[in-house]
């Protein structure tokens, strides 16, 4: 049984997390909803809420809890003190590739958690897979607040969400918002380092 019950949908819409409108996204999709998951990590107790129960998801032992991006690092901070592992993140290369930097190393044998606030493609989790495979190490699994994917992700590894909370995505060319002529909101200038439809 989890050690805690963690209502994380109704958390998101009491701190405005889940916004309505019409957004691009880095990528180039186009959205009508964003999840703001960082209006929720910017609270200790709730972070720290919400790591417990990311890793009641996989209760085998991880030697390093790795975020999938620079901007979770704090959920993996978190996650990995609660499981008293080490906390690293993976950032990109001039070029694009997914690389440890800060003298983060993951060694051969280690055992990785993977962690990510929100995931729609997959995209980041195979690269992250592969970049730890190739180092020697194996991959748990991914921990993840929000699944925002339609069910249909290119990943073998098992992936665990705290919430299931599908939304469409579009090509800008098939986007019923700019159809419509709904004007595009801008993304917090936090959240676009990283791109959450790459995930």
Same mark, same amino acid.
């Given at each position: *049984?989890? #050690?805690?019950?963690?209502?994380?949908?109704?958390?998101?819409?009491? !701190?405005?997390?889940?916004?309505?409108?019409?957004?691009?996204?880095?990528?180039?999709?186009?959205?009508?909803?964003?999840?703001?998951?960082?209006?929720?990590?910017?609270?200790?107790?709730?972070?720290?809420?919400?790591?417990?129960?990311?890793?009641?998801?996989?209760?085998?032992?991880?030697?390093?809890?790795?975020?999938?991006?620079?901007?979770?690092?704090?959920?993996?901070?978190?996650?990995?003190?609660? #499981? =008293?592992?080490?906390?690293?993140?993976?950032?990109?290369?001039?070029?694009? !590739? *997914?690389?440890?930097?800060?003298?983060?190393?993951?060694?051969? =044998?280690?055992?990785?958690?993977?962690?990510?606030?929100?995931?729609? =493609?997959?995209?980041?989790?195979?690269?992250?897979?592969?970049?730890?495979?190739?180092?020697?190490?194996?991959?748990?699994?991914?921990?993840? *607040?929000?699944?925002?994917? *339609?069910?249909?992700?290119?990943?073998?590894?098992?992936?665990?969400?705290?919430?299931?909370?599908?939304?469409?995505?579009? !090509?800008?060319?098939?986007?019923?918002?700019?159809?419509? #002529?709904?004007?595009?909101?801008?993304?917090?200038?936090?959240?676009?380092?990283?791109?959450?439809?790459?995930?």
């Amino acid at each position: *049984m989890p #050690r805690n019950s963690l209502d994380l949908l109704s958390l998101l819409q009491e !701190h405005g997390a889940v916004v309505e409108g019409h957004f691009v996204m880095p990528s180039g999709f186009h959205s009508q909803t964003y999840i703001q998951t960082s209006l929720l990590l910017q609270h200790p107790n709730l972070a720290q809420k919400i790591a417990q129960a990311m890793s009641d998801k996989f209760p085998a032992h991880a030697d390093v809890v790795m975020a999938l991006t620079p901007s979770n690092s704090v959920l993996a901070q978190e996650v990995a003190r609660v #499981r =008293g592992a080490r906390a690293i993140f993976a950032s990109k290369d001039a070029q694009g !590739h *997914m690389i440890l930097k800060h003298n983060f190393v993951i060694k051969p =044998g280690e055992s990785v958690l993977l962690v990510d606030d929100v995931t729609v =493609g997959g995209r980041k989790v195979l690269r992250a897979e592969e970049m730890i495979k190739a180092a020697g190490a194996k991959v748990l699994g991914v921990a993840v *607040m929000v699944d925002r994917s *339609m069910g249909i992700l290119p990943v073998e590894l098992p992936l665990r969400a705290l919430l299931a909370y599908p939304i469409r995505t579009f !090509h800008a060319k098939d986007c019923p918002l700019c159809a419509s #002529r709904v004007p595009v909101q801008e993304i917090d200038d936090l959240n676009k380092e990283e791109d959450h439809d790459g995930n």
